[in-house]
């Protein structure tokens, strides 16, 4: 007997600044469902999960929160994981960084990477980044170049790890077509921007050469830099400039939080070699025990946000070459998810919590226990997230869409089919699966529906495969009205037809229920049970799932209990849902964690623990703010290139403003006191990063600075009286 396929799927370890929200399920709910097609596929799937606990933003956290990291920690992470035992979540193994497993083999990778020479002591000063947890190359009272947060003058011991030396290997790894040397990152944007970090700013030098060869009179000869020793070439013949690529201090002397530096326990181990090693960890590397470790390395992919391709796709695997440990076959980036068109922030209160969903829908099933009402609603967000947003790329979430979205594909679409062919053969044929004289049309394009979404799965495009499902489902619906079984049933003479309709929509729907089982895990198993084929879950481990070919069902086969599997949402739905957010929002936060962050979808340490909801506007009016809360406005100066009124819309004006590198289209309430005429070529500011917004239909991204006196004043823009280049940001 062949030996079986292993794979080895990772989620990141999510970072325990905060509770679970939608964007951790929407990485985790894609794991699953990839592990639970794998495993039908035959494949001896381990999927891991866990969270990231240590560094010097948890030991603030919990500060200010008046306990020790190690409670706070405690607390955060069982919320990940009641969370992820309530959606049914398949994970193997759930890892933490403040476990002993783990401290031990972080201690063992640091310990291999001293002693093979890539570890060395030295004293740095300079720019840290708290909420990063990254040194980063800016000035004393800079913003970090990532998150814009003010960055920490810190002086500190280190060691330092020498990531400068694999700058060449990382490099051809990643350019390279040969799988077994290839560290394959997708998608392309994530791959290019990791390849762009490592070569230096080629570019850049590029432009100057060319630059000066045209002052020359040299214009279009190829750069002569390419042969004066600048760069150096890649095995794909692709310029980099050596030294781009600068040595990483992987510990702190400054906070105690951490995993100790084996032999100098005053150190700790940098947050990210030891977040990075949990993938190791779980399968018992560094310890006695490692047949998990010998079985299951290396990963075969690692799922993690966009915001931490360069952690994983520069650090982890320049640690594991100096460890001269293989590298994961394929790590793989996906984007933010926006809410109603914003980016979710916690200072904007617009974060979703997994558990409104979870509470909303399952309320459509009171005739199940709360269990069960938790699978079917994970269900429908697990359907909606992975239909609705291309993976790998940012997406849109709301209320609005998931209700829509459910009652057009599951209400109205597979539920309705499978409620209508169901109940016809109940009524008509006892229960029982009649026999078919015919096969129908469409037995070949299901068999052609199944070979793509595999192919579809195994790249990781869900929203190709779901809406093939989708279209397939359509298919045979639209089969089923047009061959009218209900008026078949009143003729005797056309039984054998009515048998031949209800048994092709009836294997239509056991094969679609087969494709969709990774999607929709708990209801396509209360539909297997309606078809009479029993446990869904013993179908998929026998391999019947990925075996569809037509005349699986059985006729004969007894039907069982019929029951309704999605009634249909109505809107009052989703203003449950708005208000649940809006009543479970925290009701406090620590002073140290008031920061406001992107909320992206996975472990990003950039994030804040959630800023009061309800916070009095007066109050917040009365209040100082810090330098953190005033460098996020990103001001700019603008030209007005197009004024006009908006037909209908008094107040409104619709402004063009060139920012240099880009033209805005901003909406602004001063039409009574500016005619469009004596906008145009205005010099003004605007505040250029607020979140875009519809009005009258038509999209305003970003605000005109304006002063006024007393409640009705004239507005009167801030300009500037010199020439400013236009897209100048004001400081």
Known sequence: MPEQKKFYLTTPIYYVNARPHIGHAYTTLTADTIARRKRLEGYDVRFLTGTDEHGQKIQRSADAAGIAPQQFADEVSASFRSLWERMGITYDDYIRTTEPRHKQGVQKLFSTLKEKGYIYLDSYTGQYCVSDEAFVEVGPGEPCPDCGRITETITEENYYFRLSAFQEELINRIESDDPDYRFEIEPAARKNEVLSFLRGDVSKILREEQAVGRESGLDGVYPASLYSGIFKFSKQGNPFIPGSLKDLSISR???????????????????????????????????????????????????????????HCVYWPAFLLAAELPLPKKVQAHGWLLFEESKMSKSRGNIVRSETILDAFGSLKPELGKAEQ????????????????????????????????????????????????????????????????????????????????????????????????????????????????????????????????????????????ALLYPFLPYATARVWEQLGLGDIGAAA????????????????????????????????????????????????????????????????????????????????????????????VELRAAVVKVAERIPKADKLLRLEVDLGDEQRQILSGIAEWYTPEELIGRRIIIVANLAPRKMRGLESHGMLLAASEGENGKPMLATFAEDVTPGTRLK
């Open 253 to 311: 002397t400054s906070f105690k939080w951490g995993i100790p530096v084996p032999g100098d326990e005053k150190h700790v181990i940098y947050v990210w070699l030891d977040a990075l090693a949990n993938y190791m960890t779980a399968l018992g590397y560094g310890s006695a025990g490692d047949s998990l470790w010998q079985k299951y390395w290396p990963a075969d992919l690692h799922l993690v946000g966009k915001e931490i391709i360069r952690f």
């Open 374 to 513: 938790d699978l079917f609603a994970t269900d429908v967000l697990r359907y909606f997230l992975l239909r609705e947003i291309p993976f790998g790329q940012d997406g849109s979430f709301s209320f609005d869409a998931l209700v829509t979205r459910y009652n057009a594909d599951l209400a109205n679409g597979y539920g309705n089919l499978v409620s209508r062919t169901l109940s016809m053969i109940a009524k008509n044929f006892d229960g029982e699966v009649p026999a078919p004289l015919t096969k129908p049309f469409f037995a070949e394009t299901l068999d052609a529906t199944s070979a793509s979404v595999a192919s579809d799965l195994n790249e990781l495009v869900f929203t190709r495969a779901v809406t093939s499902i989708a279209s397939a489902i359509t298919s045979v619906d639209r089969y089923f009205s047009e061959s009218e079984p209900w008026k078949l049933a009143k003729v005797d003479t056309q039984r054998e037809e009515l048998a031949s309709v209800l048994y092709n929509a009836a294997e239509a729907i056991r094969i679609i229920t």
């Open 541 to 632: 481990k026998s391999g019947e799932l990925n075996n569809l070919v037509w005349g699986g069902l059985k006729p004969g086969t007894k039907l069982g209990t019929l029951a309704p599997i999605f009634p249909r949402a109505d809107k009052e739905l989703i203003t449950r849902m708005n208000e649940a957010e809006q009543q479970n929002r925290p009701a406090a936060v620590p002073a140290e964690a008031k920061a406001e962050g992107v909320v992206p979808t996975t472990d990003d340490k950039s994030q804040a623990i959630a800023p009061p909801a309800d916070t009095v506007v007066a109050e917040e009016a009365k209040q100082h703010i810090s330098i953190d809360d005033f460098i996020k």
